[in-house]
DNA sequence: AGGCGCTTGTGAAGGCGTGCACAAATCGCG
DNA sequence: CGCGATTTGTGCACGCCTTCACAAGCGCCT
């Protein structure tokens, strides 16, 4: 239930924003990693670079690059290459990452201590604006320059700092109360680290990240690999695909 | 592997593990997430459980759920549903997950150190057995009751307890060069927390995890979202899928 | 024993994504 | 000014995955 189609943007026509053709789910998943990319190579000097050699800095196929960055429209110079900047410049658009977007994490605990100070997050167009937790022990605890509140604060703080982007870092137990709490906040898109499926509104977003599932995933191979080699054939080596990379 | 088999393996015949019929990618990736969801219900008392309420309880669709678990061999009862804990025993066996795997972890910054004490490991049939690190100050250094050794200690470490699963969380700058001293100790499986790209021999699995990645594609849903409720029709909510969980 | 309701397992259809292969376009050079 | 080298953008075919729909199987009740 709830979940459905993509209604089509109607035939545009309106003038606006062309908003966005909607793109593959499967290629935005790979943006971001262009984009890093893009920006190893533009510290790297580059001015230009081909298909051929970004898809090798994102570790992806060139024909299917090329197709991603159609999909957004084309900016690219047959015979020469993407102008890194603009490229840059396009893919930060499109991602919605040429405003900083506000974050608040809720559970301050092992993990949400991490990513409370995870660099990646401010170097890549997010600011963590809050830190949420429910144990009075932990309100008033500053980590990395940041106060913890109390969670009861939640609808608060989100106003206050436009917050449309939560992160989950909470036991399993207690994220869904957390979910439906960052929902009645305005929230409409969050990052859960719990261990569960959360149940929200159809118009809100949720990403999943099981650190304990990656492993799992791994052991099978693992597991695979091992009866493989001890099986008649031998040849172990050449596994089908293995640069996995995460995201749906 | 393993000591008893429930009731028989079906194949048989040649009387060795059949090794499995090569489950599509898919399916291995929803696995770890029926199991969790099993395990929940385990806890929860139930004894039997349908396809409907375990896709239910780990948000997929029902006939997705029973066709990955008719790739393993057939372990449900028409008109019954599924033995919970036979069930789990067996996507446990295909996981590999009936024996405790070693992990090692290299790179105990910010988020290593926090990886290094996450339960979820643990509980779900991992054990880290080793911290890494290359700065000599951390070295020493005594994390959740696992002493910090120094990087150069890798090859030795890991064939004393067996390591064939290792977690990179260094900064992006040393993760290939971690990832060729695990593959050269003999690691075939990485999970790779590094923002970049890993080059590796074709009988190792790399996974990759990148938190910033995540967060940009929520980004983008946002952006989108937000482009949406401007435009005319001004229908906002019931964006396209909501529930998109992590795992290629 | 027989029938009825429930649930699994699966054939088939459709959709999505990938990768090949090539036409179109651009630049640089003679 | 034209030609060749290079690289983009894309039509097309293939394969994987998802989803529907239903037959087959199982237990229970009468």
Redesign the interface.
Known sequence: M?????GSTPGSG?G??P??P?LP?AT??R???Y???LHNLGEGGSDTISSEGLAA???VNSAKLRKDLSHLGSYGTRGVGYDVALLIEQIEY????DQR?A?CLVGVG??G???A?????A????KIVALLDADEAKVGEVIHGLAVRHIDELAQVAVEESI??G?IATPAGAAQAVADELVAAGV????NFA????S?????????????????????????????TA?PGGR?????????????
């Open positions: 709830s979940q459905q189609r993509h309106s606006n924003v908003a966005f909607d789910e935005i998943a943006l971001p990693e984009l890093r990319a800095a994102a570790g499109v991602l919605g990452l977007r974050v092992n993990l201590h991490a990513l100070g995870y660099d990646g997050f170097s890549r167009g997010f449309a982007i992160v409409t898109s969050i990052l261990p569960c499926v959360l929200v509104p159809a118009n809100v977003d949720v990403r999943k990240v099981d650190l304990a599932i990656e492993l799992q995933i791994l052991s099978f191979h693992e597991h695979r690999k091992a009866t493989l099986l172990s080596a050449t596994g089908a695909g293995n640069q996995e990379a995460v995201g749906s």
